[in-house]
């Protein structure tokens, strides 16, 4: 007899450990099971955010901002220093050293939780049956009266560039380099090409981004994805939009890219090249037959509103279902699906789960972009207010950027708010709450925000829905 489990998690990633440590604190018997070793060959928890993903990329992200403050922005400040220098084998030390931190913080979350951790390759058999395969080659097999598929999602490969983990990389080996690129090529202007593009960039490689749209940033606010395009343009990013990559040829230690920017054929040669042209769910070889469980023509699992695929009491949550690829909208959809198996209402609310990209400067947003509410008919007005005239950023000479808050013409209520700028990844928080609570801009405007504080753009954007921002002319 196989054990059996109250929930059986397979995925230990933002979504996945997440909605085993809730489930367990709901008093249920919960197993977690994971496939992903790092760069130790150990098993580890946190899946792509904690080991490849969101917190390597912070990592170094801080890091290679301190040494580009030195380089360029600490003068201003009147301080001087000898030329900076950067070791990279440090940098990414000290990245690997946070990771561990965080993946063994999930180790003991789940000791605490009573969650049995399962190292080792998970399949679903019907009748909720799990069989894993461990990484000795072993194999076992458990129950769940309920289980929550949280597989993720991997890197999409383009067929004339494959991995190769040394010359061609994917988000995990553009974490890893030995040394500064001289030059870098990405493939994809989206967010990873951007974070991990600033981040060499900062530290002196060449950088030239190849994006397939014309449009830089199309999931963003455009007046937002303008500033956001000028900065990284002064920042000496290269950035070359409606170009297409027809082929890529490793030559020796160099990568030839050609690619056509719709007027001819460019040819580019690199020392690394990035590839980020988006991410698939992950479920290769996750479904046996005869589960029930239906996977769309995009690979992802087909789940209802409440992440219930059409299995009985099969629940999928995370990037392998619809939704934005984002760690945080994962972990909300663990906590409603433990929830509801609890018997307790669970809901996530897919209009507003906050976007962030940690470039310098950073962007983030809520809710619709001004174009959206065009395309679907609802009328707008709209505020903004620049960083530039911002007591807080002035002193931090962080002045680019702006926050634009988008309000219907009728009722006032708040549909999204856009933000470039000083740690606006903090300051969106804000606009989350107040749209989760159906606010106005006169709601935003009518808040004492202190003073001064970054978060005063948010303030002054509102009142400039209805022009009667004070710092600027309406
Ligand atoms: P993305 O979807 O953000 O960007 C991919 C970009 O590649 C798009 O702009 C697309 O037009 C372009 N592209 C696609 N095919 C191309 C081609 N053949 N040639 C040139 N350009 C091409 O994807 P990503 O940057 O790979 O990130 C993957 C996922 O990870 C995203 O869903 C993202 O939300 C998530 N992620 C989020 C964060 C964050 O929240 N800060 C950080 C990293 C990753």
Same mark, same amino acid.
């Given at each position: 007899?196989?054990?059996?489990?109250? $929930?059986? $998690?397979? @995925?230990?990633?933002?979504?996945?450990?997440?909605?085993?440590?809730?489930? =367990?604190?709901?008093?249920? #018997?919960?197993?977690?099971?994971?496939?992903?070793?790092?760069?130790? @060959?150990?098993?580890?928890?946190?899946?792509?955010?904690?080991?490849?993903?969101?917190?390597?990329?912070?990592?170094?992200?801080?890091?290679?901002?301190?040494?580009?403050?030195?380089?360029?922005? %600490?003068?201003?400040?009147?301080?001087?220093?000898?030329?900076?220098?950067?070791?990279?084998?440090?940098?990414?030390?000290?990245?690997?050293?946070?990771? #561990?931190?965080?993946?063994?913080?999930?180790?003991?979350?789940?000791?605490?939780?009573?969650?049995?951790?399962? =190292? &080792?390759? &998970?399949?679903?058999?019907?009748?909720?049956?799990?069989?894993?395969?461990?990484?000795?080659?072993?194999?076992?097999?458990?129950?769940? #009266?309920?289980?929550?598929?949280?597989?993720?999602?991997?890197?999409?490969?383009?067929?004339?560039?494959?991995?190769?983990?040394?010359?061609?990389?994917?988000?995990?080996?553009?974490?890893?380099?030995?040394?500064?690129?001289?030059?870098?090529?990405?493939?994809?202007?989206?967010?990873? &090409? /951007?974070?991990? @593009?600033?981040?060499?960039?900062?530290?002196? =490689?060449?950088?030239?981004?190849?994006?397939?749209?014309?449009?830089?940033?199309?999931?963003?606010?455009?007046?937002? =994805?303008?500033?956001?395009?000028?900065?990284?343009?002064?920042?000496?990013?290269?950035?070359?939009?409606?170009?297409?990559?027809?082929?890529?040829?490793?030559?020796?230690?160099?990568?030839?890219?050609?690619?056509?920017?719709?007027?001819?054929?460019?040819?580019?040669?690199?020392?690394? /090249?990035?590839?980020?042209?988006?991410?698939?769910?992950?479920?290769?070889?996750? /479904?046996?037959? @005869?589960? &029930?469980?239906?996977?769309?023509?995009?690979?992802?699992?087909?789940?209802?509103?409440?992440?219930?695929?059409?299995?009985?009491?099969?629940?999928?949550?995370?990037?392998?279902?619809?939704?934005?690829? /984002?760690?945080?909208?994962?972990?909300?959809?663990?906590?409603?699906?433990?929830?509801?198996?609890?018997?307790?209402?669970?809901?996530?609310? %897919?209009?507003?789960?906050?976007?962030?990209?940690?470039?310098?400067?950073?962007?983030?947003?809520?809710?619709?972009?001004?174009?959206?509410?065009?395309?679907?008919?609802?009328?707008? #007005?709209?505020?903004?207010?620049?960083?530039?005239?911002?007591?807080?950023?002035?002193?931090?000479?962080?002045?680019?950027?702006?926050?634009?808050?988008?309000? !219907?013409?009728?009722?006032?209520?708040?549909?999204?708010?856009?933000?470039?700028?000083?740690?606006?990844?903090?300051?969106?928080?804000?606009?989350?709450?107040?749209?989760?609570? !159906?606010?106005?801009?006169?709601?935003?405007?009518?808040?004492?925000?202190?003073?001064?504080? %970054?978060?005063?753009?948010?303030?002054?954007?509102?009142?400039?829905?209805?022009?009667?921002?004070?710092?600027?002319?309406?």
């Amino acid at each position: 007899m196989s054990e059996q489990f109250d $929930v059986v $998690v397979i @995925g230990a990633g933002p979504a996945g450990y997440v909605a085993a440590i809730r489930a =367990a604190q709901l008093g249920l #018997k919960t197993a977690c099971v994971d496939a992903f070793v790092g760069k130790d @060959g150990k098993p580890a928890l946190g899946g792509t955010c904690l080991n490849i993903g969101c917190i390597p990329s912070k990592a170094l992200l801080d890091s290679s901002k301190r040494f580009h403050d030195i380089e360029h922005n %600490l003068a201003a400040h009147g301080i001087s220093t000898e030329k900076a220098s950067i070791d990279v084998g440090a940098m990414v030390g000290r990245k690997d050293k946070i990771v #561990k931190q965080f993946t063994g913080g999930i180790t003991q979350l789940f000791k605490a939780n009573k969650v049995t951790p399962i =190292a &080792g390759y &998970g399949t679903l058999h019907p009748n909720r049956e799990v069989r894993i395969k461990g990484h000795d080659g072993s194999e076992a097999t458990i129950t769940g #009266k309920h289980v929550i598929l949280a597989t993720g999602s991997v890197p999409i490969e383009l067929p004339f560039a494959k991995f190769d983990g040394k010359h061609v990389v994917d988000n995990a080996g553009a974490l890893d380099f030995e040394s500064t690129p001289k030059r870098l090529g990405v493939i994809g202007a989206g967010v990873i &090409g /951007l974070e991990l @593009g600033s981040v060499w960039k900062r530290l002196g =490689a060449e950088v030239t981004v190849i994006e397939a749209l014309p449009d830089f940033l199309a999931a963003a606010d455009a007046d937002i =994805a303008k500033i956001a395009a000028r900065e990284f343009k002064k920042q000496g990013l290269d950035i070359q939009l409606g170009s297409k990559v027809s082929a890529v040829e490793v030559k020796g230690d160099e990568v030839h890219v050609t690619y056509n920017d719709g007027k001819a054929d460019q040819s580019l040669v690199v020392d690394k /090249l990035l590839v980020a042209v988006g991410r698939r769910a992950a479920t290769k070889g996750l /479904l046996a037959d @005869g589960t &029930g469980v239906e996977i769309n023509e995009r690979g992802q699992i087909v789940v209802d509103d409440h992440c219930h695929t059409a299995a009985e009491n099969v629940w999928a949550i995370g990037d392998c279902v619809r939704g934005p690829m /984002l760690a945080h909208k994962g972990s909300e959809e663990g906590i409603a699906v433990a929830e509801l198996i609890a018997g307790k209402p669970g809901h996530v609310n %897919l209009d507003l789960v906050p976007w962030v990209i940690y470039t310098e400067p950073e962007l983030a947003w809520v809710g619709k972009t001004e174009a959206q509410c065009k395309a679907e008919g609802i009328p707008v #007005k709209t505020g903004s207010f620049p960083f530039a005239a911002i007591g807080r950023a002035v002193a931090m000479n962080e002045t680019a950027g702006m926050v634009k808050v988008i309000a !219907h013409a009728e009722t006032d209520r708040l549909l999204g708010v856009h933000m470039v700028g000083p740690v606006v990844s903090e300051l969106v928080a804000e606009a989350v709450v107040a749209m989760e609570f !159906h606010g106005s801009a006169e709601d935003l405007a009518r808040i004492c925000h202190a003073h001064p504080s %970054l978060a005063e753009a948010v303030h002054e954007a509102a009142l400039a829905v209805d022009k009667r921002a004070i710092h600027k002319a309406n």
